[in-house]
């Protein structure tokens, strides 16, 4: 999956998710989940929820827990952990080794373009503190899409905003629901799990 090289061949757009794939960003969400919920009795498997919108998630956490929710309790836990979130990642967020020299090779030979399942808050608070602000256009979080992964609509969105073909186009993910949206959209793929950035501490590898 991850044969870069011959991946970037001829790509005129990357798409990268932020989660887990620019930011090491999933020990920070699971920590606030875990904050907002333990009050309450819930346990959160952070794992199981990975890649989804935070107002997916919470429904999925709350599944189980053997009472109805409010829509305002609802948009109340969801509000909380979206503050929790923000507040570590001011405090304390970096880029994943590597993503910072891979992104600065990239820049300047291919659009850059971002679909993830964070608020737009968060996000732009998130590129904001790597130095990373205004480098993704289009930017599609999940408040500007109906349906977030593994629906493919946040990648087809940037897709057609950017007036790039799926064939033209390479999606960077790390989440399984990530992974079938962007597989739904006909993108192809690159796994950033496995270990890629470590593996791209010279990016003129790619070249």
């Given at each position: 999956m991850n044969d870069l090289p011959s991946?970037?061949?001829d790509k005129q757009l990357l798409i990268f998710d932020f989660d887990g794939t620019v930011a090491d960003?999933?020990?920070?969400?699971?920590?606030?989940?875990?904050?907002?919920?333990?009050?309450?009795g819930i346990a959160v498997n952070y794992p199981g929820i990975a890649g989804l919108k935070t107002l997916d998630a919470m429904r999925m956490c709350l599944a189980d827990s053997g009472r109805v929710w409010s829509d305002d309790e609802l948009l109340e836990l969801v509000s909380a952990k979206q503050q929790s979130v923000r507040d570590m990642i001011s405090r304390e967020l970096s880029a994943l080794p590597g993503v910072d020299e891979f992104l600065r090779w990239a820049r300047p030979r291919y659009r850059l373009g971002m679909a993830t399942s964070g608020s737009r808050g968060t996000v732009e608070l998130a590129l904001r503190k790597l130095g990373y602000f205004g480098w993704f256009d289009p930017l599609v979080c999940a408040d500007d899409v109906l349906n977030a992964k593994p629906d493919p609509e946040g990648f087809l969105t940037v897709l057609e905003m950017s007036r790039t073909k799926a064939a033209d186009a390479l999606v960077f993910e790390d989440s399984v629901a990530g992974f079938a949206a962007a597989q739904a959209a006909g993108v192809a793929l690159v796994d950033a799990r496995q270990n890629l950035?470590?593996?791209?501490?010279?990016?003129?590898?790619?070249s």
């Open positions: 991946l970037l061949a960003t999933t020990p920070l969400h699971a920590e606030a989940f875990r904050q907002v919920l333990s009050p309450l950035w470590q593996q791209l501490t010279n990016p003129g590898r790619v």
